[in-house]
């Protein structure tokens, strides 16, 4: 949540400065109630100074003497779970605190579906040939989809799950991309850039981040346009003990000839045109991030390098479905259909 300050007074601030602060919060009328160390005591709401009212305190009181001392708040690595049980009880708002006690953010409830313990970089780089000439000028990533550029659409979603440190990887026109979002503050979250000098392939650039702040990164491409549920995707890689999780996408071929079904040369039965599902490779993974470790230092490597290499040396990698929609903008057919189905999506 931008601007969370707002919601934030001091224990032994007058009554009558909270009514001020609560005029200017109309959403959420709650205030955090903070001690001289900044550490979170309290919250206050309107129906907490009126009950204070109501047992016999006046205005010259300050907030300590209305403030409820019972509240909810999570941790940086607070489990997911416990967040859907806490927006369950309707509360709007919910601090996130430092090991301290001081509070690091505020998340809204109702536009956060959850906070996962995630960072996330997105392949931004790719010179996105196939879509010519509406990328000579324009890297693919900030071509247009709805009312804002492609990538744009991912970095909400992903902030809609609560994740805040975002990590881009650019090279092809990377100014465009690098001039439009900054450092991320206008979301409330926080951006960083890997620049490619060279191309490094669809994983390679994870290399040239030197320190990453969550347990688990989730890796994706740019063009992609999906509904996905990135909690989801992490709640199956932890209860498969996984170190690689992949995001697929069913494909269904359909044959359209009965099939003989044959043993040592002789039809035992007959299987008129059947489909057969498969699952393809979705352009997003989460993985441990120990797991980045393994990937080598300016050096073209794919994603699909690393699942192999993973799997090799014992790793455990797992698919993890997509039920929604989901599309590759890399041709000009499947960036036309995917501004098809947003005019038709609720935002």
């Known amino acids: 949540m931008k601007?969370?300050?707002?919601?934030?007074?001091n224990q032994n601030e007058n009554i009558?400065?909270?009514?001020?602060?609560?005029?200017?919060?109309?959403?959420?009328?709650?205030l955090f109630v903070v001690n001289e160390s900044n550490q979170m005591?309290?919250?206050?709401?309107?129906?907490?100074?009126?009950?204070?009212?109501?047992?016999?305190?006046?205005?010259?009181?300050?907030?300590?003497?209305?403030?409820k001392q019972s509240f909810h708040a999570i941790t940086r690595q607070m489990d997911p779970q416990e967040i859907n049980r806490i927006k369950k009880l309707g509360i709007g708002l919910l601090p996130v605190l430092k090991e301290d006690g001081k509070i690091y953010r505020v998340?809204?409830?109702?536009?956060?579906?959850?906070?996962?313990?995630?960072?996330?970089?997105?392949?931004?780089?790719?010179?996105?040939?196939?879509?010519?000439?509406l990328t000579d000028k324009t890297p693919k990533p900030m071509l247009p989809l709805g009312d804002k550029p492609i990538i744009e659409h991912n970095i909400d979603r992903l902030?809609?799950?609560?994740?805040?440190?975002?990590?881009?990887?650019?090279?092809?026109?990377?100014?465009?991309?690098?001039?439009?979002?900054?450092?991320?503050?206008?979301?409330?979250?926080?951006?960083?850039?890997?620049?490619?000098?060279?191309?490094l392939g669809t994983i390679g650039a994870l290399s040239q981040v030197e320190e990453f702040w969550n347990p688990y990164i989730l890796v994706m491409n740019s063009d992609l346009?999906?509904?996905?549920?990135?909690?989801?995707?992490?709640?199956?890689?932890?209860?498969?003990?996984a170190e690689l999780s992949v995001a697929s996408i069913p494909y269904t071929v359909n044959i359209p000839f009965?099939?003989?079904?044959?043993?040592?040369?002789?039809?035992?039965?007959?299987?008129?045109?059947?489909?057969?599902?498969?699952?393809?490779?979705?352009?997003?993974?989460?993985?441990?991030t120990e797991l980045s470790n393994n990937i080598p230092n300016e050096t073209f490597y794919n994603a699909t390098d690393l699942i192999d290499d993973t799997i090799k040396s014992g790793g455990k990698v797992v698919d993890n479905p997509i039920t929604g929609y989901w599309i590759d903008i890399g041709r000009?057919?499947?960036?036309?259909?995917?501004k098809e189905i947003i005019k038709h999506l609720k935002h």
């Open 3 to 9: 601007n969370f300050q707002q919601h934030i007074i």
């Open 16 to 30: 009558l400065k909270a009514f001020e602060l609560l005029n200017h919060v109309p959403e959420n009328l709650t």
């Open 41 to 67: 005591v309290g919250t206050l709401t309107d129906g907490d100074i009126r009950r204070g009212f109501l047992a016999g305190r006046n205005t010259q009181d300050n907030v300590a003497a209305f403030m």
């Open 107 to 133: 998340i809204d409830l109702k536009k956060t579906k959850t906070i996962l313990p995630v960072d996330a970089v997105i392949m931004a780089g790719g010179k996105g040939e196939r879509l010519r000439p």
């Open 159 to 199: 902030i809609s799950f609560g994740i805040e440190n975002i990590y881009i990887s650019v090279n092809y026109l990377a100014d465009q991309i690098i001039d439009y979002f900054g450092d991320g503050s206008s979301k409330g979250v926080n951006i960083h850039y890997i620049k490619e000098n060279k191309f």
């Open 225 to 241: 346009f999906t509904d996905i549920d990135f909690e989801d995707l992490y709640i199956n890689h932890l209860e498969q003990n």
């Open 258 to 288: 009965g099939i003989m079904l044959r043993e040592n040369g002789q039809i035992i039965g007959l299987k008129e045109k059947p489909s057969q599902t498969h699952y393809a490779n979705a352009g997003i993974y989460l993985m441990n």
């Open 332 to 338: 000009h057919d499947e960036y036309a259909k995917a």
